[in-house]
């Protein structure tokens, strides 16, 4: 039995270090000491809560009963294997820079976090740096950082000063960043390199995007796709569009119109995926995969995919 969260860091926007359940996240691994000389990262990763999920997967049995087992990140049949501590190899840094979101996607816990959470809703910067030069200072390898979270990322308003803090520190490590994409490129991202850009558009027209993602504007997504095609794709990035597969947007025309725009923008990936909630499409789920016909060939750089 094993799961990704001895191999991964999710750092929220208050700076707690959760499980990276997919059930509401509600296990706190820990919470460094970000104004000290010292944030003690190895104390950390040996506390009780990291030393409990060891033995737990060590004795074939979930750390988290009644959360684990839901969990999709749990891996009932792999081996027990990649502790952080041991090896200093972290697969993944997820950084929740904002918890601030100006939409209002009704599958999404934004709203509850922010009345019930305490702390910072805008990840400091001097954390950042404290955090991620103490990482490199004890010789922990990062393999990617990604900016995600139940904010929207660019809702940090240092975000671009934010990337550039993370690729002085850690310039050999990959950036990716998830975004609704409602925010200007130029102000967000600037001339920072991201190495991966997935930006979640949920439709392909304002009428069928705006019942999900609630107050959000679909020209200003599909401009902010843009200017990330035109300014990281020629310097080897990927931009990817992440589309939910929704009752609201799962018609045929609307499926292809999607892959139109895709082609004309010229994305690296058009990534359709199964939405959850009362909102998923019935017409393609994992029993019914997605099929869906385009005329004539794919177009090319344009994939077409369902998790």
Same mark, same amino acid.
């Given at each position: 039995?094993?799961?990704?969260?001895?191999?991964?860091?999710?750092?929220?926007?208050?700076?707690?270090?959760?499980?990276?359940?997919?059930?509401?996240?509600?296990?706190?691994?820990?919470?460094?000491?970000?104004?000290?000389?010292?944030?003690?990262?190895?104390?950390?990763?040996?506390?009780?809560?990291?030393?409990?999920?060891?033995?737990?997967?060590?004795?074939?049995?979930?750390?988290?009963?009644?959360?684990?087992?839901?969990?999709?990140?749990?891996?009932?049949?792999?081996?027990?294997?990649?502790?952080?501590?041991?090896?200093?190899?972290?697969?993944?840094?997820?950084?929740?820079?904002?918890?601030?979101?100006?939409?209002?996607?009704?599958?999404? @816990? $934004?709203?509850? %976090?922010? *009345?019930?959470?305490?702390?910072?809703?805008?990840?400091?910067?001097?954390?950042? #740096?404290? +955090?991620?030069?103490?990482?490199?200072?004890?010789?922990?390898?990062?393999?990617?950082?990604?900016?995600?979270?139940?904010?929207?990322?660019?809702?940090?308003?240092?975000?671009?000063?934010?990337?550039?803090?993370?690729?002085?520190?850690?310039?050999?490590?990959?950036?990716?960043?998830?975004?609704?994409?409602?925010?200007?490129?130029?102000?967000?991202?600037?001339?920072?390199?991201?190495?991966?850009?997935?930006?979640?558009?949920?439709?392909?027209?304002?009428?069928?995007?705006?019942?999900?993602?609630?107050?959000?504007?679909?020209?200003?997504?599909?401009?902010?796709?843009?200017?990330?095609?035109?300014?990281?794709?020629?310097?080897?990035?990927?931009?990817?569009?992440?589309?939910?597969?929704?009752? @609201? $947007?799962?018609? %045929?025309? *609307?499926?292809?119109?999607?892959?139109?725009?895709?082609?004309?923008?010229?994305? #690296?990936? +058009?990534?359709?995926?199964?939405?959850?909630?009362?909102?998923?499409?019935?017409?393609?789920?994992?029993?019914?995969?997605?099929?869906?016909?385009?005329?004539?060939?794919?177009?090319?750089?344009?994939?077409?995919?369902?998790?």
């Amino acid at each position: 039995m094993n799961c990704e969260i001895l191999r991964t860091l999710y750092v929220k926007a208050n700076g707690e270090i959760l499980c990276n359940d997919d059930q509401g996240e509600q296990v706190v691994l820990g919470i460094p000491d970000y104004e000290s000389d010292s944030l003690g990262i190895d104390s950390l990763f040996a506390n009780r809560h990291y030393d409990h999920i060891r033995a737990s997967f060590a004795n074939g049995v979930v750390p988290w009963p009644g959360i684990c087992e839901k969990c999709a990140f749990l891996r009932r049949l792999e081996a027990f294997s990649g502790d952080l501590l041991s090896t200093r190899v972290i697969q993944k840094i997820q950084f929740e820079s904002s918890l601030s979101c100006a939409l209002r996607c009704p599958s999404c @816990s $934004n709203k509850t %976090q922010l *009345e019930i959470r305490g702390g910072p809703v805008h990840f400091p910067l001097e954390w950042m #740096s404290n +955090l991620l030069a103490e990482l490199s200072f004890y010789s922990y390898t990062v393999q990617l950082i990604e900016f995600c979270g139940q904010g929207e990322p660019l809702n940090h308003p240092q975000f671009n000063q934010l990337l550039a803090l993370t690729r002085q520190l850690m310039p050999n490590t990959p950036i990716r960043v998830i975004t609704n994409g409602n925010h200007s490129f130029e102000a967000k991202i600037g001339s920072e390199l991201v190495h991966e850009m997935l930006v979640s558009i949920d439709g392909a027209t304002q009428e069928s995007y705006v019942k999900y993602r609630v107050n959000g504007q679909i020209e200003k997504a599909f401009a902010f796709l843009r200017d990330s095609v035109r300014m990281l794709i020629p310097r080897g990035g990927r931009v990817v569009w992440k589309y939910i597969l929704l009752t @609201s $947007n799962d018609s %045929q025309d *609307e499926l292809i119109k999607a892959q139109e725009i895709a082609h004309e923008i010229g994305v #690296s990936r +058009l990534w359709f995926v199964h939405g959850h909630g009362d909102m998923k499409s019935t017409k393609h789920s994992f029993d019914n995969p997605l099929s869906v016909p385009v005329g004539s060939a794919p177009p090319s750089g344009v994939t077409q995919e369902v998790l």
